[in-house]
């Protein structure tokens, strides 16, 4: 059996990643608390998982870590003027407030980093995101 690469690995681990973050909540937006599939002007609401600390930062295992996510509706994600995207003074303080343990975490642990191409880190961050997004 042909191994996968690392890149394909890595891009199944931000899926699950993305769907502990959202079903930690029950698919709504922390900010508004608007449901998945809730209508809002004619439109079915979409949830989005958002990195709090960038996951392009490089090598960074908190890419992984749901503590790292925020569960958000499109115009508290990207579209709106309070957006993590367009106003992260808004997100800080929003983290700060509402999940200071998270943010205290997240301090402590933003300089980390591992080797996010050995795949017994990648099976290790693989099999504790299954339980997390079950």
């Excluded at 795949?119 to 504790?128: G, K, M």
Aim: net charge positive; glycine share 4%.
């Amino acid at each position: 059996m042909k191994l996968k690469s690392t890149a394909v690995i890595r891009r199944r681990l931000l899926l699950l990643w993305s769907q502990a973050v959202r079903s930690r909540v029950g698919y709504r937006c922390e900010i508004c608390g608007v449901k998945r599939g809730d209508i809002v002007n004619e439109k079915p609401v979409k949830i989005d998982a958002h990195h709090l600390i960038s996951k392009y930062v490089k090598d960074s295992p908190l890419k992984y870590d749901i503590r790292n996510g925020v569960s958000v509706c499109s115009q508290h994600h990207k579209f709106g003027a309070d957006s993590f995207h367009k106003n992260p003074i808004k997100t800080i303080t929003w983290l700060s407030l509402n999940r200071h343990d998270d943010y205290q975490y997240l301090l402590s642990n933003s300089d980390l980093r591992v080797n996010l191409n050995d795949r017994t880190i990648l099976a290790d961050i693989d099999e504790r995101l299954q339980k997390q997004s079950k």
